[in-house]
């Protein structure tokens, strides 16, 4: 008897690691750096939209028009670890968006809910979060920065107090923008 118990536990004390491995190390490899093609250029009016954010609120892009300079930020999905390292970075640099009139709208495609959760956990989000969920992507796809797998690209938009797009970073999907460079590009429409 002692020796079935024996070699049952070394059964497992061998099968468990192996079967937590492959739950563990899920990889989906490096994805294409860019899969999708711009419908807006430089110097054309941006398109217009309203998304719901988690707070509740519906956010339209035109009531900035006037009033503030926009920062589009499209990510492709909550939980990702570029995506988390991103915005928190963006929301430690609020004040230097507001030293250049400007106002940070984060957008993914992810539902409201899935949304929230990511946001509390990063505990630092201030600025609106928008879910392009429903219908699904319609405004990445506006812009051009719809996937074919139905992710947003990481992407990168500024938008003037006119309305007009100022600049486009169409990012590698698996890399992290320099904030560096948002601010210079932020600093030339002063």
């Given at each position: 008897?002692?020796?079935?118990?024996?070699?049952?536990?070394?059964?497992l004390?061998?099968?468990?690691?192996?079967?937590?491995?492959?739950?563990?190390?899920?990889?989906?490899?490096?994805?294409?750096?860019?899969d999708?093609?711009?419908?807006?250029?430089?110097?054309?009016?941006?398109?217009?939209?309203?998304?719901?954010?988690?707070?509740?609120?519906?956010?339209?892009?035109?009531?900035?028009?006037?009033?503030?300079?926009?920062?589009?930020?499209?990510?492709?999905?909550?939980?990702?670890?570029?995506?988390?390292?991103?915005?928190?970075?963006?929301?430690?640099?609020?004040?230097?968006?507001?030293?250049?009139?400007?106002?940070?709208?984060?957008?993914?495609v992810?539902?409201?809910?899935?949304?929230?959760?990511?946001?509390?956990?990063?505990?630092?989000?201030?600025?609106?979060?928008?879910?392009?969920?429903?219908?699904?992507?319609?405004?990445?796809?506006?812009?051009?920065?719809?996937?074919?797998?139905?992710?947003?690209?990481?992407?990168?938009?500024?938008?003037?107090?006119?309305?007009?797009?100022?600049?486009?970073?169409?990012?590698d999907?698996?890399?992290?923008?320099?904030?560096?460079?948002?601010?210079?590009?932020?600093?030339?429409?002063?």
């Amino acid at each position: 008897m002692r020796l079935a118990i024996s070699v049952f536990i070394l059964s497992l004390l061998v099968a468990l690691p192996a079967l937590a491995e492959h739950h563990v190390t899920y990889n989906n490899g490096k994805m294409k750096p860019r899969d999708s093609k711009l419908k807006v250029a430089v110097g054309e009016q941006a398109p217009d939209f309203e998304l719901p954010s988690i707070k509740g609120k519906k956010i339209r892009l035109a009531d900035y028009r006037g009033k503030n300079n926009v920062v589009i930020s499209f990510v492709p999905a909550a939980w990702t670890p570029i995506c988390s390292d991103q915005w928190p970075g963006y929301n430690i640099a609020q004040e230097m968006f507001h030293e250049y009139d400007a106002v940070l709208l984060g957008i993914s495609v992810d539902n409201i809910p899935t949304q929230y959760a990511w946001s509390e956990a990063m505990n630092t989000i201030t600025f609106p979060v928008l879910s392009d969920f429903w219908p699904h992507g319609k405004v990445a796809d506006s812009f051009g920065v719809l996937r074919s797998d139905g992710m947003a690209e990481r992407a990168l938009f500024i938008i003037d107090k006119k309305g007009v797009i100022r600049y486009i970073d169409v990012h590698d999907i698996n890399t992290r923008p320099d904030l560096g460079l948002l601010i210079k590009e932020l600093q030339k429409i002063q």
